[in-house]
């Protein structure tokens, strides 16, 4: 299956009944409160996020990227290869925001492996969240990402760090 924006919204989101919107366009990205749901993985499906540590780094850089852009995060899942971020821009600074995020992540995991090169897959993918109920079903759909892949149960989902 393609890692694409449609296989994605309908494959794997529509099970969570949410209302995505569509891809975003950049005349949506640039504006206020804008919700979203941000996909990313890594080059040639590279396990990116093995260690714990490069979850950890990454979560720090989420963070700093949520504080310097203003955003409001509403759920985040790092798993071995890809992430997913559910998040409004009030500043509608999503794609600075995420070009600093991914470009500096990147630049510390390559420094701290003494690697270059390209790091994600792609530009990240990003879709536009209907206001009303859908959020909330989308940040289900993110926090359940580890139980549908295997790595946790449900039962034990709550002492899983990176949802």
Same mark, same amino acid.
């Given at each position: 299956?393609?890692?694409?924006?449609?296989?994605?919204?309908?494959?794997?989101?529509? /099970?969570?009944?949410?209302? $995505?919107?569509?891809?975003?366009?950049?005349?949506? =990205? /640039?504006?206020?409160?804008? *919700?979203?749901?941000?996909?990313?993985?890594?080059?040639?499906?590279?396990?990116?996020?093995?260690?714990?540590g490069?979850?950890?780094?990454?979560?720090?850089?989420?963070?700093?990227?949520?504080?310097?852009?203003?955003?409001?995060? &509403?759920?985040?899942? $790092?798993?071995?290869?890809?992430? &997913?971020?559910?998040?409004?821009?009030?500043?509608?600074?999503?794609?600075?925001?995420?070009?600093?995020?991914?470009?500096?992540?990147?630049? !510390?995991?390559?420094?701290? !492996?003494?690697e270059?090169?390209?790091?994600?897959?792609?530009?990240?993918?990003?879709?536009?969240?209907?206001?009303?109920?859908?959020l909330g079903?989308?940040?289900?759909? $993110?926090?359940?990402?580890?139980?549908?892949?295997?790595i =946790?149960?449900?039962? *034990?989902?709550?002492? &899983?760090?990176?949802?």
């Open positions: 299956m393609n890692w694409g924006l449609r296989a994605l919204a309908v494959a794997d989101l529509e /099970s969570c009944n949410a209302r $995505i919107l569509t891809a975003c366009p950049t005349s949506f =990205v /640039s504006n206020p409160l804008v *919700r979203s749901i941000i996909i990313n993985r890594g080059n040639y499906r590279r396990w990116i996020f093995e260690e714990s490069a979850k950890a780094a990454f979560e720090t850089c989420l963070f700093e990227a949520c504080k310097r852009c203003e955003w409001l995060l &509403h759920a985040f899942v $790092i798993m071995g290869n890809h992430f &997913h971020l559910a998040l409004e821009t009030p500043r509608g600074n999503l794609v600075t925001g995420m070009q600093w995020l991914e470009s500096t992540y990147a630049n !510390r995991f390559n420094r701290f !492996r003494d270059w090169g390209h790091l994600f897959q792609s530009r990240y993918k990003a879709l536009l969240v209907e206001p009303g109920d859908a079903q989308l940040c289900s759909y $993110i926090d359940l990402n580890p139980v549908r892949a295997g =946790v149960s449900v039962e *034990r989902l709550r002492d &899983h760090r990176y949802v």
